[in-house]
């Protein structure tokens, strides 16, 4: 059935080969069930302003604790779920939990955290996606700026018409358009403008690199700018250190999000973190005294 390299003209399935297979069978047998079986949960990563401190927002991430499979990371089973068109359904799900989740976060804390969500290629084909997005805002009584869809460039680059009407719908109903993964992609920077986001995240890719590599640091910098000339907000993935933290900072990133902070962590674990995270800037405010 399949063509290959090998001698004889077709593919020679090896134990490898044949058990990844398998892998990806299971995997896709168990996407359709998942839902139902309640395997799914999310977790949050908090965004930090590199100018005030305070954390102004959390991304939603999927995570899928399959009870034949065990815990499966996103890298591994969103595209599976992409091809079949399981992202559907599973994504709609993501979108309604973060919702939820995260206006309980907002009355708890009592201010306006954004709450991010990832959106694949595949939902944003599909022509109910803004009405979702309405009826979730208003189920939950969600101020429609506090969500924020991210997209990567490849969905702008495919130049889908469709697409394009479903972005200008979504940002016509004030709900936020970032774009995740920035750098990786083939956009260029007239799609960037053409299509009017509302935020670039700097790949983690050139965030880990940038101490070592003056490449990842240019592209950095130049994202940075990029922003700030087109008046929207950067915010820089992967942050893990704090050398990351004070190079990004020096260069007027606006926000942060990275290991360094915290890894993801359910949401019931969010108020505690982000206390903490804040009593640190708190702390040296009073510590200062009365400077300034
Ligand atoms: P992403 O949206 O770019 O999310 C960032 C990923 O980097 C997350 O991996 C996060 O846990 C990880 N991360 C955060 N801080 C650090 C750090 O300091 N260092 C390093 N090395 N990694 C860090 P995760 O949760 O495994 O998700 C991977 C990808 O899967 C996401 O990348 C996103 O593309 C996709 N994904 C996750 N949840 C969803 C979802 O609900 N829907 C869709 N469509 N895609 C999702
Ligand atoms: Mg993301
Ligand atoms: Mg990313
Ligand atoms: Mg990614």
Same mark, same amino acid.
């Given at each position: 059935?399949?063509?290959?390299?090998?001698?004889?003209?077709?593919?020679?399935?090896?134990?490898?080969?044949?058990?990844?297979?398998?892998?990806?069978?299971?995997?896709?047998?168990?996407?359709?069930?998942?839902? *139902?079986?309640?395997?799914?949960? %999310?977790?949050?990563?908090?965004?930090? #302003?590199?100018?005030?401190?305070?954390? *102004?927002?959390?991304?939603?991430?999927?995570?899928?604790?399959?009870?034949? $499979?065990?815990?499966?990371?996103?890298?591994?089973?969103?595209? $599976?779920?992409?091809?079949?068109?399981?992202?559907?359904?599973?994504?709609?799900?993501? +979108?309604?939990?973060?919702?939820?989740?995260?206006?309980? @976060?907002? %009355?708890?804390?009592?201010?306006? &955290?954004?709450?991010?969500?990832?959106?694949?290629?595949?939902?944003?084909?599909?022509?109910?996606?803004?009405?979702?997005?309405?009826?979730?805002?208003?189920?939950?009584? =969600?101020?429609?700026?506090?969500?924020? =869809?991210?997209? *990567?460039?490849? /969905?702008?680059?495919?130049? #889908?018409?469709?697409?394009?009407?479903?972005?200008?719908?979504?940002?016509?109903?004030?709900?936020?358009?970032? /774009?995740?993964?920035?750098?990786?992609?083939?956009?260029?920077?007239?799609?960037?403008?053409?299509?009017?986001?509302?935020? +670039?995240?700097?790949?983690?890719?050139?965030?880990?690199?940038?101490?070592?590599?003056?490449?990842? $640091?240019?592209?950095?910098?130049?994202?940075?700018? &990029?922003?700030?000339?087109?008046?929207?907000?950067?915010?820089?993935?992967?942050?893990?250190?704090?050398?990351?933290?004070?190079? =990004?900072?020096?260069?007027?990133?606006?926000?942060?999000?990275?290991?360094?902070? #915290?890894?993801?962590?359910?949401?019931?674990?969010?108020?505690? %973190?982000?206390?903490?995270?804040?009593?640190?800037?708190?702390?040296?405010?009073?510590? @200062?005294?009365?400077?300034?």
């Amino acid at each position: 059935q399949m063509k290959s390299e090998g001698r004889n003209g077709y593919q020679t399935f090896t134990d490898d080969m044949a058990s990844a297979s398998t892998r990806k069978r299971q995997l896709e047998a168990g996407l359709n069930h998942a839902l *139902t079986l309640n395997e799914m949960e %999310l977790v949050y990563q908090p965004q930090i #302003s590199l100018k005030s401190g305070r954390v *102004t927002g959390v991304e939603a991430l999927l995570r899928w604790r399959s009870g034949k $499979l065990g815990l499966v990371a996103p890298n591994e089973f969103i595209p $599976l779920a992409e091809e079949s068109g399981m992202i559907v359904p599973i994504g709609e799900w993501v +979108l309604k939990t973060a919702c939820r989740e995260g206006r309980a @976060l907002q %009355l708890e804390m009592g201010r306006a &955290l954004t709450i991010a969500v990832n959106i694949s290629p595949r939902q944003f084909q599909q022509d109910a996606l803004p009405k979702t997005v309405r009826e979730t805002l208003e189920e939950n009584e =969600l101020d429609p700026a506090s969500l924020e =869809l991210e997209i *990567t460039e490849n /969905i702008l680059v495919s130049d #889908s018409p469709k697409a394009m009407t479903i972005l200008e719908k979504v940002r016509s109903l004030g709900v936020r358009v970032a /774009i995740d993964d920035f750098g990786t992609g083939f956009s260029s920077m007239s799609y960037i403008m053409r299509f009017r986001v509302d935020r +670039l995240k700097i790949d983690q890719s050139f965030v880990r690199d940038m101490a070592v590599n003056e490449d990842s $640091l240019a592209v950095t910098s130049a994202v940075i700018a &990029l922003a700030a000339g087109l008046h929207i907000t950067v915010v820089a993935e992967g942050v893990e250190s704090e050398a990351h933290r004070d190079l =990004l900072a020096s260069k007027g990133c606006d926000e942060a999000q990275g290991y360094f902070y #915290s890894a993801p962590v359910p949401i019931e674990r969010m108020r505690e %973190l982000i206390r903490g995270l804040e009593v640190s800037i708190e702390s040296l405010a009073g510590g @200062l005294g009365g400077v300034g």
